[in-house]
């Protein structure tokens, strides 16, 4: 017969995750500052690595590690975050959510990533310039541009259609 345990009752030494939860979030008077916290604050999520997610809440406060009730990848760097405290402890602090805006969709429209700039356009029109090359590939197909000017298509079947005048330009045009 199977044995119900009570909650006074421990299993192991080891503290599962709500153990540590509840540990961690008893409320702890902080020196100077209301240890009661229930509002939402603001912060911005400064790293994500194998200790867990660390946000700031201003650029004079060392990083915190916060708890998150959804995945944080590395793409969130750097986003600013919704933020409650367990127990209204501003040292247990979790991550409800990411803000989400038109302003920040306008800083998103413009990024450089490793010498790479990207921009999106209201028209709709997105821009990526490189340095060296650019590549999409989708299977066995790709795309490759190089700044040199020399542009590769490489696929196992390329159509091509036109409504109206196809064209092939160039110096000299081979086919087959």
């Known amino acids: 017969m199977t044995k119900l345990l009570t909650s006074n ?4 030494n080891k503290l599962s995750l709500l153990d540590e939860i509840i540990e ?7 020196s100077g500052e209301p240890s009661m916290l229930y509002s939402i604050q ?19 406060e060392p990083p915190i ?13 750097g986003k600013i975050c919704a933020v409650q405290f367990i127990n209204g402890n501003q040292n247990n ?15 998103l429209s413009k990024q450089t990533i490793n010498d790479v700039n990207i921009s ?11 340095s060296d ?17 020399f ?3 490489r696929a196992l079947y390329i159509d091509n259609y036109a409504l109206a005048t196809n064209r092939i330009k160039g110096g000299s045009v081979q086919i087959n």
């Open 151 to 153: 542009i590769q298509i």
């Open 24 to 30: 961690r979030a008893k409320p702890q008077p902080l």
């Open 120 to 130: 999106c356009t209201e028209q709709g029109q997105l821009h990526i310039q490189a």
């Open 42 to 60: 603001l912060a911005k999520i400064i790293s994500n690595n194998n200790e867990g997610v660390f946000i700031r809440f201003n650029d004079n």
């Open 9 to 12: 009752e421990k299993t192991s």
């Open 133 to 149: 090359s650019i590549t999409l590939q989708c299977g066995e197909s790709s795309l490759t541009m190089t700044a040199d000017g």
């Open 93 to 107: 602090p979790l991550i409800m959510g990411l803000i989400y805006s038109n302003n920040y969709l306008y800083m």
């Open 65 to 77: 590690l916060a708890l998150s009730l959804a995945p944080i990848t590395e793409s969130d760097i």
